[in-house]
């Protein structure tokens, strides 16, 4: 599952550079929730992940920039551009390569933040920020100074704000993010997914040419190994037809994504409680504990995203179709 999970965020990474420099808002938003799933299942941030899951978190963000009602922190003082600025902070500890492009998309964002406040008319606010994003350095004194000027004026057209403007921040952003995509071409998904083809494929082929007799956990091992090389393959093909079909690949991949987390978690429930899973699951009651993380995931995922809800939920020895009773049974009781 975590070989899967790092395969598809670096997709989705890529997904979202690529439609946020193509300015396609619908897929952007249907890859930001890629995106965010995977990012919210890390339980700790893998070094060689953090450039791409700091990438995808500012583009989330700064897509919402004008958008002060959106928060993504639990400060809800903090608008979309103030918490992107903390992640542009955190990628460009990541590169020392771009020091001038990165200084023109930190200057523009902190101009922005204020401009977005003043547009909306919040002035006062607009004052707070400048107190937050400024310290009191000397390389900060002369835009903090301007700034301050331009914030007494109440004017959120003034020549200033103008010249830094939030369609000049969104171009800087693509030419950040066309550098990231030339410098990360290197078809990581399709090559990975061959090694692990080659490596699994021979040794589950091996496993199966055995002609010793074997016991049913054996079988079910084989089963399981089988089952993913299946899955890797069907992930290899659906990429290689990228360049020669009108397939939605995107889509494919989502959907091949899925198949190999349930598939997996599921075959994977069948070794380590055997007979209870395979040959028919005996009755049994729906804990407290059990009710609580359904309703959780109903209200992260939806009404209908068993699967979803299944995979990221504590359940034992449960699935999809229990979850979808038992939402049922529920509301009939209330």
Same mark, same amino acid.
């Given at each position: 599952?975590?070989?899967?999970?790092?395969?598809?965020?670096?997709?989705?990474?890529?997904?979202?550079?690529?439609?946020?420099? !193509?300015?396609?808002?619908?897929?952007?938003?249907?890859?930001?929730?890629?995106?965010?799933?995977? +990012?919210?299942?890390?339980?700790?941030?893998?070094?060689? %992940?953090?450039?791409?899951?700091?990438? @995808? &978190?500012?583009?989330?963000?700064?897509?919402?920039?004008?958008?002060?009602? @959106?928060?993504?922190?639990?400060? %809800?003082?903090?608008?979309?551009?103030?918490?992107?600025?903390?992640?542009?902070?955190?990628?460009?500890?990541?590169?020392?390569?771009?020091?001038?492009?990165?200084?023109?998309?930190?200057?523009?964002? &902190?101009?922005?933040?204020?401009? *977005?406040?003043?547009?909306?008319?919040? #002035?006062?606010?607009? =004052?707070?920020?400048?107190?937050?994003?400024?310290?009191?350095?000397?390389?900060?004194?002369? /835009?903090?100074?301007?700034?301050?000027?331009?914030?007494?004026?109440?004017?959120?057209?003034?020549?200033?704000? %103008?010249? #830094?403007?939030? $369609?000049?921040?969104? $171009?800087?952003?693509?030419?950040?993010? !066309?550098?990231?995509?030339?410098?990360?071409?290197?078809?990581? /998904?399709?090559?990975?997914?061959?090694?692990?083809?080659?490596?699994?494929?021979?040794?589950?082929?091996?496993?199966?040419?055995?002609?010793?007799?074997?016991?049913?956990?054996?079988?079910?091992? /084989?089963?399981?190994?089988?089952?993913?090389?299946?899955? +890797?393959?069907?992930?290899?093909?659906?990429?290689? &037809?990228?360049?020669? @079909?009108?397939?939605?690949?995107?889509?494919?991949?989502?959907?091949?994504?899925?198949?190999? /987390?349930?598939?997996?978690? $599921?075959? &994977?429930?069948? !070794?380590?409680?055997?007979?209870?899973?395979?040959?028919?699951?005996?009755?049994?009651?729906?804990?407290?504990?059990?009710?609580?993380?359904?309703? $959780?995931?109903?209200?992260?995922?939806? *009404?209908?995203?068993? =699967?979803?809800?299944?995979?990221?939920?504590? #359940?034992?020895?449960?699935?999809?179709?229990?979850?979808?009773?038992?939402?049922?049974?529920? @509301?009939? +009781?209330?």
């Amino acid at each position: 599952e975590a070989v899967v999970a790092d395969w598809v965020l670096e997709f989705a990474c890529y997904c979202l550079c690529r439609h946020f420099g !193509e300015g396609c808002t619908a897929e952007f938003l249907r890859w930001k929730d890629v995106a965010q799933a995977l +990012i919210n299942g890390l339980s700790k941030i893998p070094t060689h %992940q953090k450039k791409t899951v700091y990438l @995808c &978190q500012l583009l989330i963000r700064i897509a919402k920039g004008k958008s002060l009602e @959106c928060h993504f922190e639990n400060d %809800q003082r903090i608008s979309p551009l103030e918490s992107a600025l903390s992640f542009w902070t955190l990628l460009e500890k990541e590169e020392i390569k771009l020091e001038k492009l990165h200084e023109d998309i930190r200057r523009l964002i &902190q101009i922005q933040i204020i401009a *977005v406040h003043m547009e909306n008319g919040y #002035f006062k606010e607009a =004052a707070e920020v400048l107190g937050r994003l400024f310290t009191d350095s000397e390389s900060d004194k002369p /835009l903090r100074v301007k700034l301050a000027t331009v914030i007494k004026s109440k004017d959120p057209y003034v020549p200033l704000l %103008q010249t #830094f403007s939030y $369609s000049l921040l969104i $171009s800087r952003m693509k030419s950040y993010i !066309e550098l990231f995509m030339k410098e990360n071409e290197t078809n990581f /998904l399709i090559q990975a997914a061959t090694k692990q083809v080659e490596s699994e494929g021979l040794r589950a082929t091996a496993m199966q040419n055995k002609t010793v007799n074997v016991n049913e956990n054996d079988r079910r091992n /084989l089963e399981t190994k089988q089952r993913f090389v299946l899955s +890797i393959k069907l992930l290899r093909d659906v990429l290689g &037809q990228m360049q020669n @079909c009108c397939l939605n690949v995107e889509s494919s991949l989502v959907w091949v994504c899925n198949y190999c /987390l349930l598939g997996l978690n $599921s075959l &994977q429930n069948v !070794e380590k409680h055997g007979d209870a899973l395979t040959y028919g699951r005996r009755r049994q009651r729906w804990t407290y504990k059990e009710d609580l993380e359904l309703e $959780s995931g109903i209200r992260e995922f939806g *009404v209908g995203n068993w =699967a979803k809800i299944l995979v990221h939920g504590d #359940f034992k020895n449960r699935t999809s179709v229990m979850l979808k009773d038992r939402w049922r049974t529920l @509301c009939r +009781i209330k």
